[in-house]
């Protein structure tokens, strides 16, 4: 009997090491370095933060990356993950081909769409060939703030949505055909099926969905610093600006901890607005 009880402690046991290893203790060990300065507690770390230079521009420039970037990824997966639950044929080979950004890192989908949308690149091969521009153009120069921002965008999207549509299509498996199949024989058209239906049903695979890519979008680094270097200022970039450049491990701790809370405060509020009734819990 004691044997019994103690067994799902050891089988947990590894899992609870490697957390605590891992996470546990680099976060206790951030948090302390974010909130001493000389060894004594203080704000010194944030003051810093906040006066720094790009500080306003790198929270403008992340949020509105979040708030362009994933609507537009929702949505696109969705229609992918809907597409894909209507082939009767080669799925499995059009689902592995949606899915290819996966297996690319993201400092590698930076520097792929750096050749796409540079001066010499094969976008404005393209545009120079069909003659709607005379010469180079550089779409990912600071003095064109309107194209950076939509190339850095265009990037994120073409890397992560397929993590979306994965978890989309995982939940669409879930669903019951007989609830669809039945309002059709009522009469529901396609488009009421998805908005009645399927929608609703796929709410927590869309709480999930939007809590793992939302975490992901407010610590985009690697793609915006391929594009743009620090032509424009994102939260995790200035992190790792203040932490390699400017050698300060405090400020850096300062701007880790504000991302960690613009974070969790992004999960509560999907926590509780996607929250699914009890009866549709399975």
């Not at 969705?78 to 799925?91: E, H, I, P, S, Y």
């Not at 969905?209 to 970039?237: D, K």
Request: proline share 5%; with cysteine.
């Amino acid at each position: 009997m004691t044997r019994s009880r103690v067994l799902p402690y050891l089988l947990i046991g590894p899992a609870t090491v490697f957390l605590v290893l891992l996470f546990v203790v680099p976060l206790v060990q951030t948090i302390a370095l974010a909130f001493t300065d000389n060894g004594e507690a203080s704000l010194t770390n944030f003051r810093k933060m906040v006066g720094d230079l790009n500080f306003g521009l790198s929270i403008s420039n992340t949020f509105l990356l979040v708030l362009a970037v994933i609507p537009l990824q929702l949505c696109l997966a969705l229609t992918m993950a809907m597409m894909v639950q209507k082939l009767d044929k080669g799925r499995d080979l059009v689902l592995w081909i949606m899915i290819i950004p996966l297996g690319i890192s993201d400092l590698a989908a930076g520097l792929v769409w750096l050749t796409i949308l540079q001066d010499r690149g094969y976008f404005n091969t393209v545009l120079n060939m069909l003659g709607l521009i005379d010469g180079p153009v550089n779409w990912l120069s600071y003095e064109s703030p309107v194209s950076l921002f939509v190339g850095v965008m265009l990037a994120e999207i073409w890397r992560a949505t397929a993590i979306v549509v994965v978890i989309l299509i995982s939940g669409l498996q879930l669903i019951p055909k007989e609830y669809s199949e039945a309002a059709e024989v009522f009469g529901a058209s396609s488009w009421t099926r998805f908005r009645k239906i399927t929608l609703p049903l796929l709410k927590p695979s869309i709480q999930s969905a939007l809590i793992l890519r939302t975490v992901l979008a407010f610590e985009v680094f690697a793609v915006v610093y391929a594009l743009s270097g620090r032509n424009f200022p994102v939260l995790v970039g200035e992190a790792y600006a203040w932490q390699h450049v400017n050698q300060n491990n405090g400020v850096a701790a300062a701007y880790a901890i504000l991302v960690m809370v613009i974070s969790l405060a992004a999960t509560l509020v999907y926590i509780r607005t996607l929250r699914t009734p009890p009866e549709m819990q399975s």
